[in-house]
């Protein structure tokens, strides 16, 4: 089991960049497939950007690629989400997840979920 908490979020002007960060418990972390994936007021949830166990894979959602890139610190349990030339559709809640299988941006696949942090992006 994995305990995960985000943190970072806030608000910035369009243009801006933001680094989210994902603080996660548990001596397996190394083993689970980590994601950020985000929800919009009266959305889907949504991949964001996902990365493998070793680091070797990782996928964007279509709307980001190009700006957002994760990364994770197998040492420190942590993952990371850096955004760039946010703009204002970026605004959502943004969550931090585990997944113990393959690697995949299926979000129904993910077993754990973080609290969630608010980034809002000003026009």
């Known amino acids: 089991q994995v305990h995960l908490v985000e943190s970072g979020g806030g608000l910035v002007q369009a243009g801006g960049s933001l680094r989210l960060s994902c603080s996660a418990s548990g001596r397996t972390f190394g083993s689970y497939t980590m994601g950020w994936f985000r929800q919009a007021p009266g959305k889907e949830r949504e991949v964001v950007g996902v990365?493998?166990?070793?680091?070797?894979?990782?996928i964007y959602g279509d709307s980001v690629k190009g700006r957002f890139t994760i990364s994770r610190d197998n040492v420190k349990n942590m993952v990371y989400l850096q955004m760039n030339s946010l703009k204002p559709e970026d605004t959502a809640i943004y969550y931090c997840?585990?997944?113990?299988?393959?690697?995949?941006?299926?979000?129904?696949?993910?077993?754990?979920w973080g609290q969630g942090t608010q980034v809002t992006v000003s026009s």
């Open positions: 990365i493998s166990r070793n680091e070797y894979m990782r």
């Open positions: 997840a585990a997944h113990s299988g393959d690697f995949s941006g299926d979000v129904g696949l993910y077993d754990y």
